[in-house]
């Protein structure tokens, strides 16, 4: 039987109830500081909804997220299917992908940006943020340090910028400004690595 709340008010008011039916995670999200993570709930009758989070973990945290609500176990087969087909998903534990989750909204947060506004109705499709989550910890940002990775279509960068320079300070973060082919048209990252590495030879100057 359908449920007859809209979707986003059955969301917020039950959606913690279904139990958890299955979780996904990119399987290279390590390695590109995107993690793409789907999060499935069962409803009593069989039918799945889940919630897919793209989650920045270099510095804007939770980039973008929506829902898919009600929809039969082919429906949610087939888009798993046609999900994987841009991602190697991976199955994956729920805790794990809780805290990636919240610790890059957390991290994302110190520079008051914040997470994609659907997140008010798919942060139920998780579970509360509490102490009953067990804590892991993952690295955010490049050695704790935020680094923006943008292209000049995305509408917020020149905001996100504004914030990492106020929030952050001056020479606190790196940014990248990229092409519609993934290469960078503009950065000071390099220039932090440059800067580093003179430092590292002052040094061992000094010690000789």
């Not at 898919?68 to 794990?96: A, G, H, R, V």
């Amino acid at each position: 039987m359908t449920p007859k709340l809209s979707p986003e008010k059955y969301i917020i008011s039950n959606a913690r109830k279904l139990p958890i039916h299955a979780v996904y995670l990119a399987e290279e999200w390590n390695e590109t500081g995107l993690a793409s993570i789907l999060v499935a709930r069962k409803h009593p009758q069989g039918n799945i909804t889940c919630a897919a989070y793209m989650v920045d973990l270099k510095c804007v945290g939770l980039k973008e997220t929506y829902y898919f609500f009600n929809k039969t176990p082919e429906q949610f087969q087939e888009f798993i299917e046609d999900y994987s087909i841009k991602l190697n998903l991976i199955k994956s534990d729920y805790n794990f992908v809780h805290n990636l989750i919240y610790g890059a909204i957390a991290f994302a947060e110190e520079f008051k940006i914040s997470p994609q506004k659907d997140f008010a109705i798919t942060q139920y499709i998780l579970e509360e943020d509490t102490d009953d989550i067990p804590l892991i910890d993952f690295e955010f940002g490049e050695n704790g340090i935020p680094h923006l990775i943008v292209t000049p279509a995305m509408p917020s960068f020149i905001k996100y910028l504004a914030n990492l320079k106020k929030f952050a300070g001056e020479g606190n973060y790196f940014y990248t400004i990229q092409d519609d082919w993934g290469d960078a048209k503009e950065s000071n990252y390099e220039s932090f690595l440059d800067d580093d590495n003179e430092e590292d030879d002052d040094y061992e100057e000094e010690i000789k």
